[in-house]
């Protein structure tokens, strides 16, 4: 799927709409499953959704600039709209306790990672960090728990929290480096 | 928050954008820099490409099928032909053609998808009379709303398409009108959407904003039964 997916970013790039429509079919669900994820909110991330694809469409020609993994680019694009409307609400409006309901949903870390199966460095590295601290960054990352809502997830003032996750981050990067 | 010096911080901020907790003001300025520098720019590119294994918690979730046609609609405008829209409308005519008389109303969900987690309904709507309404529509429980897109003309001038809903042998409740745009979502209230997913919908012609009444006034257009998929 790697490939044929470039391939096809490649013709986006040159405005091939049918290329746009695989492009689609290949990878919606998983950017829909994306967005639900971050955004909570079904007709939200429909919208987001339409709005992620008009940016892979004007931004394709920046794919192969990117370097990247066809699917991780896709997906950073989609993480990275969700994660903009989800800090331009104005407060958190949802109840902490049902968005971890909706959270719950899908596997929890430890269900993927023995659905992958495989250990990678990044798992290697999380696996470094004290429990909480490796939830906070997963947390942070799949779920865009904000720092407010990581502060009341693991009751800690907001500052501490961030430092504590700043930390965290330098750690991850000392052994992934490493 | 922190004092830390801005060489250091540059790295900091770029692992706090990927991760996705950088506070809106903080994120949005860090973007607008993002974009005009090459160093920041790769330092966004280690965090992502480090943490995209993460992105295999993110399930699959199915899109509704009309997000195709509107993203398509939204790019390449009313030039574009709303394809998958229109092989879905092909199937829908070529089952309901030899029954029916001129135009169907036909629903655009390729059947070749699996469904979406949440329930949807969809309903054939066969028109009763020669008249040249056409509308792809479905009701989806999750969002508790009817998504339609329009095939045919708008109402003519000085008239409106009304949408009824009727439950069992209840009188129809207006679902309000059809609104002009050539696709849309029309909102359906929560302890009517409980109900729908075998209800019968049907279109009726009304004068400008709707049945007076409050009932329906004009010839029923179409008519069909939703059915879960």
Known sequence: ?178 | MTDIRPEEDDGQFAAEYVLGTLPDAERKAFAARLARDAGLAKQVAYWESQLAHLNEDYQEVNPPPALRAAVRQRLFGAAEKPSGLLQSLGFWRGLSFAALAALALAVAVPLALKPAPQALSVAELALQQGSGVQLAAYFDAGSKSIRYSRISDAAPSGRDFELWVIIGKDAPISLGVVPADKSGTIKVAPELAAKMAEATLAITDEPKGGSPTGKATGSILSVGKLTPI
């Open chain 1, 1 to 178: 799927m790697n490939d044929p997916l470039s391939a096809l970013l490649s013709q986006v790039a040159l405005s091939n709409r049918t290329a746009f429509g695989k492009v689609y079919d290949l990878t919606s669900a998983k950017l829909f499953g994306v967005c639900i994820r971050l955004l909570r909110d079904r007709a939200e991330a429909e919208d987001a959704l339409q709005e992620v694809y008009v940016k892979v469409w004007n931004n394709a020609a920046k794919f192969q600039q990117a370097e990247a993994h066809p699917m991780a680019w896709l997906i950073a694009i989609a993480r990275n709209h969700s994660i903009d409307r989800l800090r331009a609400r104005r407060a958190p409006a949802l109840d902490l306790d049902e968005a971890y309901d909706v959270a719950d949903e899908a596997p929890g870390p430890e269900a993927s990672a023995i659905a992958g199966d495989q250990k990678t460095k990044i798992d290697h590295c999380l696996d470094q960090l004290s429990d909480d601290r490796a939830s906070a960054v997963r947390a942070a990352y799949v779920d865009g728990y904000s720092y407010l809502e990581l502060a009341t997830r693991f009751k800690l003032p907001i500052n501490t929290l961030r430092t504590w996750l700043r930390r965290s981050l330098i750690s991850l990067r000392e052994c992934l480096e490493a």
